[in-house]
């Protein structure tokens, strides 16, 4: 039972381009959330997500960034126009329904220089 | 007020003894559980233990243990025999409103743990 998968693991971008990331959930996992890590802090919550619903994204900055986690396939951190800011961890963990715990993918490191 | 707090930035201590993580929290929720998560240097996150708000005993998961005093509303990481493995960036974290749909988990700061011969 492979756990939560998170590709790509490291990424680059050049300011103004737009970044995908990508997070498969744990087999029989229905709830994927996504965090960020900047560094040497802690994780903050930035969205959690049902299949085909947003449940909640009060951590999400309202501009250049977007969510989806649709019926079929991975779920999606888009992050349009980046800047030097965006740098950090991010984040996907999955948990079935009703669960208490999380289990938490490898993360992707993107870098926007 | 911060939700989750964790004064020591960094702890040292010596292979095979034991050493206490501090971690407090913040909520009016009657129903919470809370987490510790080791980092350690290759970046994954590596849950270790839960309490929740409702268990009569403190958790306990091999060397791992959680000195959990709801009064004080503190949830410290207790590891007995600490190893050279165990030097890790240390997260506790908090769920609240178990019973609700709300489900996402507040993290603290974290404490840097280093293991020395």
């Known amino acids: 039972n492979a756990g939560v998968m998170q590709n790509p693991r490291h990424l680059v971008r050049r300011r103004g381009q737009e970044a995908r990331l990508r997070c498969s959930p744990m087999k029989g996992h229905s709830h994927v959330y996504w965090y960020r890590q900047l560094p040497e802090e802690g994780l903050k919550f930035m969205v959690y997500?049902?299949?085909?619903?947003?449940?909640?994204e009060s951590g999400m900055p309202k501009e250049r960034f977007s969510a989806e986690f649709p019926k079929e396939g991975p779920s999606i951190l888009r992050i349009q126009q980046v800047v030097r800011g965006d740098s950090a961890a991010y984040f996907c963990?999955?948990?079935?329904?009703?669960?208490?715990?999380?289990?938490f993918g490898s993360g992707t490191r993107l870098t926007v220089v | 007020a911060q939700k989750i707090t964790q004064t020591q930035p960094g702890m040292f201590v010596q292979e095979k003894e034991a050493v206490t993580l501090d971690c407090t929290y913040d909520?009016?929720?009657?129903?919470?559980?809370l987490f510790w998560y080791k980092q350690p240097s290759s970046g994954e996150m590596i849950f270790l233990i839960y309490?929740?708000?409702?268990?009569?005993q403190n958790a306990t998961e091999g060397r791992y243990s959680l000195n959990f005093q709801k009064a004080r509303k503190s949830a410290n990481l207790v590891i007995s025999a600490s190893q050279l493995g165990d030097s890790a960036m240390y997260f506790c974290a908090m769920r609240e409103d178990l019973t609700g749909t709300a489900s996402k988990l507040t993290f603290g700061t974290g404490t840097r743990l280093q293991v020395t011969l």
């Open positions: 963990a999955s948990s079935p329904e009703g669960a208490q715990g999380y289990t």
């Open positions: 309490q929740g708000s409702y268990d009569q």
């Open positions: 997500l049902q299949k085909e619903n947003i449940i909640d």
């Open positions: 909520t009016s929720d009657p129903s919470y559980g």
